[in-house]
């Protein structure tokens, strides 16, 4: 099972999504569900009567029948793929409060990363069992009772990500629709003239969010890497940065980074522009009959329309920077090494002043 739209999905909901659930956040479906369906994932809401709640499940999931033993063990429901990679079981736990579960959650030395949030108006926390690919979110009900979502994810496929979503649908049945509920806060936010997710990345004024801070360190032991043209890249340590042929060179290739042999790369190429009026708009429209995806993004502050095509397993990037355009191609955006690079791409001088700044405030300590 593949995630389509990944990268959309990731710079438009990273800063609510990170690690599951921010610590201390508060927000609602309606905030997230905009995104889920500009990156085309699809889904519904399935009410569950016996917990008072409803979730969103994505449609690559099929329910499965419980068993007697699941029923005795507190499982309300299971979704998963046609080969269980992955999955989503809902349960009941013991517990008066969420303040002393969480304890003793964290008595469990497996579980890590806890995190608390307000979801749709339920107290909640976040943990993952790492290194068996589990990630797990709990809240208190509206009848007072302790319900755990466990979403069980294959590493390579995106849909730790999707669990990440399932947890941030999670909300009391007797709530609004949840469709109607984005639909109305949606209506709302563009009544009061601010920009919404709905159209998020189809002009330059509103472009897909990428921030360099929500690199996850977790997928390689990586280094950041200087490219040269105005950005920087965080990269796996093993990867090398190749020698340009004379001959690629003439072809507008001005750096390359990526595995020894022939694997996984990053190649960045530059070009003249026609003229000064040459723009983001003229690039979207030279770019769109050939790509799946493609939208306006801002890439840690630098604005650039980046593209993915599922079938020819390619995603990359496009700005201009004096009088050149800069482009930057890589593999399959459903890969979390390539999602990593592609989040991380920032500028150059945004990590120089991050660094001086600390060393300053170093030096003042001492």
Known sequence: MKIKGYALLAGTMAALLAGTLAYGAEFSWSEVAPAVEKAGLEGEFVTLDSLGIQLWIPSALSEYELTDEDVEDGIVAYYATEDESDYVSIYTEDGDDMASFEESMKEISSLSDFEEA????????????????????????????????????????????????????????????????????????????????????????NPVPFDYHNVDASVYDGVWVDTGMGFDVYVPDDWEIMDIPEEAADQGLVFGVGEPGAGKNLMVTAGEIPDASYNLENVMTELSPNYEYIYYADLSGIPAVFFEDDAEEVCGFCFIADGYLISGVSGDADDPTIQNIMISVSPTETKEGAEEAEEEAEEEAE
Request: a negative charge; glycine letters at 10%; proline letters at 2%.
């Open 118 to 205: 307000v979801i749709n108006g339920l107290s909640a926390i976040s943990y993952e069992n790492s290194d068996k690919g589990i990630s797990f979110a709990s809240y208190m009900t509206p009848d007072e009772q302790i319900v755990t979502i466990e979403c069980g994810y294959d590493e390579d496929d995106g849909f730790k990500e999707v669990g990440s979503i399932i947890s941030a649908s999670i909300m009391s049945s007797d709530a609004p629709a949840a469709e109607d509920a984005a639909a109305e806060d949606a209506g709302e936010t563009e009544e009061a003239g601010d920009a919404s997710l709905e159209g998020i990345g189809t002009s330059v004024d």
